[in-house]
């Protein structure tokens, strides 16, 4: 079971993002207060939950969150920044827009930008070890991917509505076979480069 608070009495929000090792599209962030007795129990990190767990919780946690955002970087601004910089930026950005300001932020991973007036506390795997985050996972997850379903219609060939952007064989032929688009991430390896043994 996971755990509903860090600091008991204290208003905090759990972050994290989705689409770090993906190839192509934005990466996605999002921050989400719980209520302090708040319990689930098929909420858990994203990526140990079906396409249609998440889809169920979406609607679920954004009615039951005290505040919840999303926020969200570019290609291009990944290429800029780095995929680093940019997942702090687009947990930034999903923080500014909350409509409470946390006492705290819960941040998924070992490492984090510090956000302005507001202390934080890295949790390595905390997406599966406190509720808010998970819920953030969820968010971030469902609504890139829903993004990428758009992209997908628009550049079927790339297969993004069954890989989201995330480095499958299918992808990276793909790449090789029509060439890149522009949301594509330059600064990654984009084909499989390993040469073949004979």
């Excluded at 064989?169 to 600064?187: E, M, Q, W």
Aim: include cysteine.
């Amino acid at each position: 079971m996971l755990s509903s608070f860090y600091q008991e009495g204290k208003t905090e929000a759990g972050c994290d993002e989705a689409g770090r090792g993906c190839l192509a599209g934005p990466v996605f962030a999002a921050a989400v207060i719980l209520p302090p007795d708040y319990h689930h129990k098929l909420l858990n990190d994203s990526k140990q939950l079906s396409e249609k767990q998440r889809e169920k919780l979406r609607p679920e946690i954004e009615a039951e969150a005290i505040a919840w955002a999303v926020g969200s970087l570019d290609n291009h601004e990944i290429d800029k920044i780095n995929i680093l910089n940019a997942s702090f930026a687009a947990m930034h950005k999903a923080v500014a827009q909350l409509k409470i300001v946390p006492d705290l932020l819960l941040i998924d991973g070992n490492r984090f930008k510090p956000f302005p007036g507001i202390p934080h506390k890295c949790i390595i795997k905390g997406d599966s070890l406190f509720f808010s985050i998970a819920a953030a996972s969820v968010l971030a997850k469902t609504y890139r991917d829903e993004y990428m379903l758009k992209l997908h219609e628009e550049f079927p060939v790339y297969g993004w509505d069954k890989n989201k952007g995330y480095p499958t064989k299918f992808h990276r032929d793909a790449i090789v076979k029509h060439g890149i688009t522009d949301y594509h991430r330059l600064s990654y390896r984009l084909t499989d480069t390993q040469l073949k043994l004979f």
